[in-house]
């Protein structure tokens, strides 16, 4: 019974359907399941089955779009019963990342790519769009809390925007309170250590791994 | 259709969420309308000599243009367009457009699949940022080649040594020097009149602006307004496209729908790059279309999926609506390696036999300044052989297959594999390329004469 649930949780999520998604949560909290096994065993699980087809080529971004949007569904439901089992730390997220494409830049693809992964793989995402400026990025950031920052350029000329989010963030003492992460296509990893990045991924796979390994330190 | 109606229509249609544009319009539009067109592609038939599907795929595109429109990102309105307003755009679509000046005049043109009349070949490698020193010896590798009909270029990243940033004063300066380069490159090769795609420095306002100057760009000379993906424009974009109406200059519309994006695979992207031209000759007020699919893990037009892509869609406008459409080479590898020159030749002869012109390369995925006159030279002696000796699908289909089999495995590699810089390939003194790159060169010519297709080369 406990498999059948988990197993109709994990189906949603690969299916990307939103409504079987939330169905499925409230089946699971219904028949006693616990909020935490429902997360780890059945949500995570079916997200990274998607994760891992969309890596493969087998499924393509509107499936793992749709997926995500599965998860913040279901999520929804099942995060009081996180709370009340694990207090104010207990919403079951890895993280709360602040993601943009930074100033003066209007490419969003790989970034959207990256905020999707990073929502299927448990992180909560607070999503500014494109080209924002620096001062909204880090005000977003220092309101929600954010654990990780996340700015993208594709553009050679938006990169140095990047730099001088970093900067300003020394000026203002707040530098250390977050992990910075940056992309972008030619964003290099030295390009990443000479602004003073926590660090860059190729891909959007590589940046949730990243995003889990800076949670980590 | 004027741009003031584009305008209109940017504030009065009707609201909707970027996401729910991305996700409930254009992922499942789509996904419907390839089903519906029972759209499939064949790893193996890249050059599909299918003209059913072809109308398929263009009768797919027209359905999702009409039925979801363009999306302004600026504003979030969606931009709707009757179908007869569509119809009457593809009726009105230039077939003819001459770019450039006196000697160096070319005419671009509307071709057909299996054109016997050559494509035109448009030499560079748009939005790779070069460093100051290297960028007017790298236009010149470019634009001394007698096959290059008309010129483009990359970005200057930095001008004297600082770093160029988006939106502010040294953008003006970026561009304005960028197109100094040109000038003097052309002049420096004897062809001063040869029609330009570039300011490709300028990304805001400042630097399109900049530009509208005949000392800059000239009346005859395009620039590029990019439709973003997938189906959206943007109030920027539309400035850049009206600044070019009212200074009287052509506007090259932009288009690079993912394969594996919000389409999902091959066929949807055709579906939404069909679409795009569609709605782009409106909303982006193309003079000629520049199609360049992007495949969302390697990027290059050479994966199996692009080149299918750029098959059905140039064929699909060939049969139903003639279009100028130049289709971008962007190769995966960079200079000095054997594996850029067959990825070049198989984007060429795919591209020029299914009746698109030949614009790169972009080689290094058009990162990095990895990208030289030779590759642009062998792209040009490929579309020219194509056409000249009249190749057929079919044939051009097997020559795909066989110079896949010679560079697909780059695309495993996780650093791709760029190649070496613009001076490291070439000889700065001379311009000409160093003995490797050009034994390099001479290899291949005698590989596609042995397969069949002769060079003028060889």
Sequence with gaps: MVNEILYSIQNALISGDTEAAEAAAHAALAAGLDAQSILNDGLMRGADIVGQQFEAGEVFLPQLMFSARALKAAMAVITPELKRLGGEGGTGRQGLVVLATI?????????????????TGGFEVIDLGVDVPIKRIISAALDACADIIGCSAMLTTSMPFMGDLIQTLEAMGERRRFKVMVGGASVTPEYAARIGADG?????????????????? | MDYLEILDRSTAGAYISEENWDLEKVAMTCMQLV???????????????????????FAAGFELAAAIGAYNRSSERVLRFERSELEDGLKNMKISLTMGQGSDERVLFARKIMDERAPLVWAGNPGAPHPEALFLPAVMSWAQEPIVDLITCGTLAEVDG?????GEALEITATRRELTYLHQALARVGRPGMGMLAAQSSVSELGDLAAAHPAYLRPCDAHLVPMLNELKIDNRNIARAVNSIEYGMRNG???????????????????????????????????????????IRHVATSTREVLWVESVVLQAFARNAPAIIVADVYPKSGALTRELLYETAANAM???????????????????PNATGLEARLMGEVGKAVSRQGVTLEQANQWVLELLEKYEHIFKLPGGYPGVRFDQAYNLETLQPVPAWAGMYENIVEMLCGIGLKLSAS
């Design chain 2, 162 to 166: 600082r770093e160029v940033r988006t």
């Design chain 2, 253 to 295: 519309g932009l288009y690079c729908a993912i394969a594996g994006g919000l389409g999902g695979d091959a066929p949807g992207c055709a579906v939404i790059s069909v679409a795009s031209i569609i709605l782009g000759n409106l909303t982006n007020r193309a003079d000629y279309h520049i199609l360049h699919p992007i495949h």
């Design chain 1, 200 to 217: 860059t991924a190729p891909n959007a796979v590589q940046a949730l791994q990243l995003a889990r390994s800076l949670m980590l330190n």
């Design chain 2, 35 to 57: 089903q519906k067109f029972d759209l499939k592609w064949d790893r193996q038939t890249l050059v599909p000599n299918d003209p059913a599907l072809a109308d398929r795929v």
């Design chain 2, 350 to 368: 795919l591209i020029t036999v299914n009746g698109g012109h030949l614009e790169g390369c972009g080689s290094a995925d058009g990162l990095l």
């Design chain 1, 103 to 119: 100033q003066s830049d209007i490419h969003d693809i790989g970034k959207n790519i990256v905020s999707t992964l990073l929502t």
